[in-house]
Each structure stands twice: as C-alpha cells, then as structure tokens.
C-alpha cells in the first residue's frame, strides 16, 4: 500500500512559477512509472506529465517546455516544476503512482488527494 500527498499548490499570477511536490509513504516507490494529472472543473482528468522507473519523461504538448517532473526515489518524492502559468493550467493537480516500470499502457495504482493551482491576475 502507497500513501501519496500533494503539496506546494496555490495562487499565482499568469507567468509566474510554482512548485509541486508529492510525498510517497508505504511500500518503495521506485520500481514504478510515476506521474502528474489534472482536472479542471467541467473537465475530464489529463494526463500532464509522467516518468519512468527509468527516468524517462512524457509531457502533454500543453505543458511542453513550461514544466518538468523529477523524482527523487531514496526521498520517497516526486516534483513538477512549473514555469511560465497560464489561466488554463487552474486545475486540482494529483500524484500517481503506475502499476508497472513504464507510463505506457499502464493504469493508475495510487493516487493523492490533490492539490489546487489556480492562475489568476
């Protein structure tokens, strides 16, 4: 069993930056594929940033070049960096852990709570 929180959401002007981590507790985390999503309301949940047991990274072309996501596995943690916000990244965000090593074809074994990040002048 894997217990992830979120952490590091808020208010933030359009252009700015935020950090987001999310703590995992329980079982090792680091043979499993990890990942960021987010749901803005009226919107179905999206996949915005995932990586690997191997470290490789997938981004949503949305986020392209504006976030990045990291993970340190001795710390049990994961982290998305975002830079340059918009209006349109406002969403809850959630940690995931996958079933396997890799993001692809591969469902969601754990998720956070979620935290809120919201981009408003």
């Known amino acids: 069993q894997v217990q992830l929180v979120e952490s590091g959401g808020g208010l933030v002007q359009p252009g700015g930056s935020l950090s987001l981590s999310c703590a995992a507790s329980?079982?090792?985390?680091?043979?499993?594929?990890m990942g960021w999503y987010r749901q803005a309301p009226g919107k179905q949940r999206e996949l915005v940033a995932a990586?690997?047991?191997?470290?490789?990274?997938h981004y949503a072309d949305s986020v392209k070049g504006r976030f990045a996501i990291s993970r340190d596995n001795a710390k049990k943690k994961l982290y998305l960096e975002m830079n340059s916000l918009k209006p349109e990244d406002t969403a809850v965000y959630y940690c995931c852990l996958y079933y396997s090593s890799s993001y692809v074809d591969s469902g969601v074994d754990f998720w956070g709570q979620g935290t809120q990040v919201t981009v408003s002048s």
């Open positions: 329980g079982s090792t985390i680091s043979l499993n594929a």
């Open positions: 990586i690997s047991a191997g470290a490789l990274k």
